[in-house]
């Protein structure tokens, strides 16, 4: 296509825009978004299948396309999910853990609650809070209480490989459930692939049977449950603390038992450095599968009460949903997109970025868009805001 035609197809195509704008937004519409934005949405319409809608900052349509089409979202559902976490939880909310020591039998407790980002780092700093508090210097026994996720969720759109997409949710997780790992080439051994993670001996083997060099892969089945207390062993012991006995997973005590009645029995409630705020900008930056359920997951224990379900997670996404116009023909399968029984239209998506507008900057941003992007086989989506030259927010959703 020549200079002169490109010039002509995009001013036939801004004159197309412009006539589908209301005229009290025509001046302050799409005229104000970037050269690099009205190309993505000339891109866009090039595929007349293609779903778009474009609004301004008081939801009026400036353009739309096939906006009443339902389609995958992929993973563009998850601003969902991370409105639905806002709105119930609040911004500043922390997940929490919880802790227990009874110096008779030394036997440390450790109960997860959901928390998405029990990673290395943290746990370290759990060990530290717990070895302080407790005062620490011998364990014979570490029980681990998955309690608060009814075990064995199947989150629908994932796998049974061990690809960190398909990783599983539970009440305490650590590292996402993988191990990230690189081969040494001056040892030939393996190694862990983050410097504040120790790559444990039992997983050499496992790791050897991959064939690769290096990588990130989801832990074995029967071992997720327990990497959480397996970790926290290794952190004690690098404290000086005596860590002999085996790891387990067994039920905490409750409140009205002999364990939190016991003079020789000590509590301790550990909060995650990161606001739930911090953890949101996380999974729309990341776009964490194993994060947006987590986050649903746990949202609908907080919400129904545990063990947390797919069922009471979904119900919360879907309670959600119907508070914004036009959703009640949404289908929600799962809270990160990975269902292609997920089903929404670009008008619905346009009311749902309307609403999740107060959060935008804790998307991605390019310098032009906060965004969102949504990938499965077959599947292309973006939705987010276009920052307009007149700096106001342009919502935006391409769905194809």
């Known amino acids: 296509m020549t200079h002169r035609i490109q010039i002509c197809f995009l001013f036939v195509l801004l004159i197309f825009f412009m006539c589908s704008i209301p005229a009290g937004a025509r001046m302050d519409g799409l005229t104000a978004l970037s050269a690099v934005d009205r190309t993505a949405l000339k891109n866009a319409v090039n595929d007349p299948t ?20 339902p389609r995958v979202p992929a993973s563009i559902l998850k601003i969902l999910t991370s409105l639905a976490a806002l709105e119930h939880w609040g911004p500043e909310y922390r997940f929490t853990t919880q802790a227990g020591f009874d110096s008779r039998s030394h036997t440390l407790h450790v109960r997860g609650t959901g928390d998405p980002l029990f990673v290395s780092e943290v746990i370290q700093d759990v060990c530290g ?111 000086g603390v005596t860590v002999t006995g085996i ?30 705020e911090e953890v949101v900008k996380k999974l729309l930056q990341y776009s964490n599968n ?30 959600t949903a119907a508070g914004l116009p036009g959703w009640d023909t949404a289908a929600i399968a799962e809270g990160s997109g990975l269902s292609r029984k997920n089903r929404v239209t670009p008008a619905q998506m346009g009311t749902l ?23 499965l086989t077959g ?19 391409i769905m194809k």
């Open 129 to 239: 809070q717990m070895a302080n508090a407790f005062d620490l210097q011998e364990i014979k026994k570490i029980v681990i209480d998955q309690g608060y996720f009814a075990p064995d969720i199947t989150i629908p759109g994932t796998g049974q490989s061990l690809n960190p997409y398909d990783a599983t949710t539970g009440a305490l997780c650590a590292n996402f459930n993988t191990l990230h790992f690189v081969r040494d080439a001056a040892t030939n051994a393996f190694l862990s692939a983050e410097p504040q993670t120790p790559l444990l001996k039992q997983f050499e083997q496992t790791i050897k049977e991959t064939g690769l060099n290096k990588g990130r892969i989801l832990l074995e089945k029967e071992v997720r449950p327990l990497y959480p207390g397996l970790l926290t062993a290794y952190f004690l012991k690098e404290l």
């Open 379 to 397: 599947i292309r989506t973006r939705a987010g805001y276009f920052v307009g030259t007149d700096q106001r927010l342009y919502p935006f959703v």
């Open 50 to 69: 293609t779903g778009i809608l474009v609004t301004d900052d008081l939801g009026r349509v400036l353009f739309s396309q096939n906006p009443d089409t």
């Open 353 to 375: 970025l309307m609403a999740f507008m107060p959060h935008h900057t804790l998307m991605p941003f390019t310098g032009t868009q906060y965004y969102k992007t949504g990938t």
């Open 290 to 319: 194993f994060i947006a359920n987590q986050v649903m997951l746990a949202l609908g224990a907080h919400v129904h009460g545990p063990p947390a379900t797919l069922d009471k997670g979904v119900q919360v996404l879907t309670r």
């Open 247 to 276: 790891v387990e997973t067994g039920s905490f005590p409750d409140s009205g038992s002999t364990f939190s009645g016991s003079v020789s029995v000590k509590a301790l409630t550990l909060a995650s450095p990161w606001t739930l």
